[in-house]
C-alpha cells in the first residue's frame, strides 16, 4: 500500500520540478532575447539608425523584390544589412502588401547612416542640382568597396559629365595605367562634398579661381609625391614665387593667371604634344588670354623659372648673384660706415660736455641762420619722400608675401588692384621729379648765374652734386677720423654721401624705373626683347627696391638724423634754412669759401615761422615713424 502511495507522490514531485525548471529556462531565454534585443538596439543607435522592435526578414522581402540579385547583394558593402535598414518606414508586412495600403516606400536617406558624407553632399553643388545619392549609386543593391580604385570614380562621374579630353591627358592615362598617385575626378572636386564652381556671384567667381589653382597645388606641392613619380619639383614653388602666385596667394586670384589657366582643366597634356596648351605652337594663344598682344618674343619668358638653377638658366642666376652682392657690399660699407660716425661723434660730443662745453667757441651769433635749399629743393624732396614711401609699402607684400604681415598691408591698401594702381601713380610721379631733376641739371650747368664757369667747370665744382676728385679725399679723411688718426673732413656745399643719395636716383631710374616699365608693360616690351628678360628684370626691380628701402630707412636717417649732431631730426630739408652753428660744424669749406668769395651775407635768410617748423618736425617725424615700421617690417619677413 505504501509503494504504491510514493509512486504517485514521486510522479507529481517530478512533474513540478519539470514544470519549474522549465518556467525557469523560458525565463533564462526570455531574458537572454531582450538583452540581445537591447544590445542590437544600442548598437543601432551608435550607428544612427532608428529600428523598429519587430524587422520584417529578407526573405519576406525578396519574395517579391525579385529584381535584387541575391548573391551579389549578400556580397555588397550593404549584404549584412537587413532590408528595414534603409527602407525603415515599411514595418508591417500586410499594410505593404495589401491593395490600397503604403505599398511605395518613402525615398531612402542614405545620411542615416553614412553622416559625414551625407552632410558633405548637402553643401555639394550635386545636392543642389537634385543629383542625390541613387543617382550615382545607381547600383545600390550590388556595390563592393571601391578600394581606391580611381577608374571606378571615373566611371561614375562621366555617367552625367562628358570626359572632356580627361582620358587622353597625363592625368588620365596615369590613372588607367594604374598610378594611384595622379589626379582622378575625385582628387581635384572631391568625392561628395562637390564645390560649386558654376556661376558669375562675385564669392564664386573667386572662389572658382583660387580652386583652379589650390587642386593642383594638393598634389605638386608634395614633394615625396613629385620624386615618386620623377616630375618637376619647383612648379609649386617657382608659382607662388611670381607675379602672379603671389597675388593669388595675397587672396585676389581674379586678377591673375592660376595653373589651369595655363595647363588647361581636365585636358592637361605634356608640352611636346601639339594639342597641349603650353606646347610651343599654342603658346601665343594661351598666354593671348590675358595678355592680348602676346607674340613669339613675349613667350620666351621662362614661366617656372628657377634663378638657384645655374645649368638650366645661368642669365637668371648670375642676376641674382650681382644683386645680391650689390646688396650685401653696399649695406656692409655704409652700415660700417654710420657705426664708426656714431662712435667717434659721440665720443667727441662727450668729451666737450664733460669740458662743460655746449656750444662750440667759433659760435658768434648763435640766432644767424642760413639758406640751405631753395624752393625746387625742398619741393622735390617733399614729393620724393611721399612717393617712394608708398612705392615702398605697396610693394612689400609682393616681395615678402608669406610674411605674417603682408595679407593685412595689401588689405590695408584696398586689395592687390589699388594698391597696384597707387604704386604705378607713384612711379609716374617718380619719372615726372627726375625729368626735373635733368632740367634742374641743365639750367644749373647753362644758365644758372650765381654760379661761375662754363658748363663742365660748374657740373665738376663745388656747388655741383657730380662726384669729383675731393669726394675721394673727403672718404679717405672720414676714415682716418673714425680711427682717430686726422681731423674731420672741412665738407664744402655737398658731401660725398649726399651725392650718392642723389646719384642713386639716376641708378634707381635705371634698374627700378626700367624694370618697372617692362614689368608694367610687357606686351610692348617684347615687341623688341625677348621674354626671358622679363625674368631678369623681375629679380632686378625686386632686390633693388630691397636696396633702396634698406639704404634709405638705414643709412639715410643716421647720416641726416641720426648721428649725434643731428638726433633726433634734422629739419633744414623742410625749412630749407639751417642755423649758423650747423653751418659752420657740418659745411666749414663751404662757409670758408662763401667768406673768401664775399658771398657769405647773400646765404643770410629770415628764420622760418612757427608753423613752418612745426609742419617740419611733424611730417619729418611721421615719415621716419613710417619709414621705420618698413624697416621692421622687413626685418622680421627675413627672421621668419
Known sequence: MESRLKIPFLSSLLFLVSLLSLVVVCSAQEL??????????????????????????????????ENVDVPKFAKS?????????????????????????????????????????????????????????QDCHVDIHEVTPWGGNKVRVIE???????????????????????????????????????????????????????????????????????????????????????????VEYLGYPTFVAGCADCHGYHSVLKTDNPSSTISKNRLVETCGKCHTKANANFVQWYAHADHYDRENYPLLYYTFVFMTALLLSVFAFWWFHSIMWWQRAYREKRKMWAAGEYLPSYVEKSGEIYQRFDNFDITIHFIMMVTFILLVLTGLPLKFVHSLWAKELMKLFGGAHMAGLIHRICA??????????LVNIVYFAFYRKDVK??????????????????????????????????????????????KMDFLAVFWGMLAIGLTGLMLWFPDFFSIFLPGWVFNIAYIVHSDEALLAAGYIFTTHFFNVHFRPEKFPMDVGIFTGRFPKVEFIDDRPGHYDRLIAEGKLDTFKAKHPGILTYLWGQLFGFGAIFVGLIALLLIIWAFLR
Open 32 to 65: 537572454k532575447f531582450h538583452e540581445e534585443l537591447e544590445l542590437a538596439k544600442k548598437k543601432f543607435e551608435i550607428r544612427g539608425r532608428e529600428y523598429c522592435l519587430e524587422c520584417i526578414d529578407n526573405s519576406t522581402c525578396l519574395e517579391c523584390h
Open 77 to 133: 558593402v550593404h549584404g549584412a544589412n537587413s532590408c528595414n535598414s534603409c527602407h525603415w518606414d515599411i514595418t508591417d508586412i500586410e499594410e505593404h502588401t495589401a491593395k490600397g495600403g503604403k505599398i511605395q516606400a518613402e525615398p531612402v536617406t542614405c545620411h542615416r547612416c553614412h553622416k559625414v558624407a551625407g552632410a558633405e553632399h548637402y553643401a555639394s553643388a550635386h545636392f543642389i542640382n537634385d543629383v542625390m545619392c
Open 156 to 246: 561614375k562621374c562621366t555617367m552625367c559629365h562628358e570626359d572632356d579630353g580627361y582620358s587622353e591627358s597625363i592625368h588620365g592615362e596615369a590613372v588607367y595605367a594604374g598610378n594611384r598617385d595622379s589626379a582622378d575626378c575625385s582628387d581635384c572636386h572631391g568625392l561628395h562634398k562637390i564645390p560649386i564652381l558654376l556661376g558669375e556671384e562675385p564669392d564664386t567667381i573667386e572662389f572658382r579661381r583660387t580652386f583652379h589653382t589650390t587642386v593642383c597645388q594638393k598634389c605638386h606641392a608634395d614633394e615625396e609625391m613629385m620624386r615618386r613619380n620623377k616630375i618637376m619639383l619647383i612648379a609649386n614653388e617657382t608659382y607662388e614665387e611670381s607675379y602672379h602666385g603671389k
Open 428 to 437: 609716374v610721379i617718380t619719372f615726372g621729379y627726375f625729368g626735373a631733376i
Open 453 to 498: 664757369g662754363n658748363p663742365l667747370q660748374r657740373l665738376f665744382g663745388p656747388d655741383s652734386l657730380a662726384p669729383r676728385w675731393q669726394d675721394v679725399k673727403d672718404i679717405k679723411g672720414i676714415f682716418k677720423w673714425f680711427f682717430g688718426k686726422g681731423p674731420k673732413p672741412r665738407f664744402d656745399r655737398w658731401t660725398y654721401w649726399e
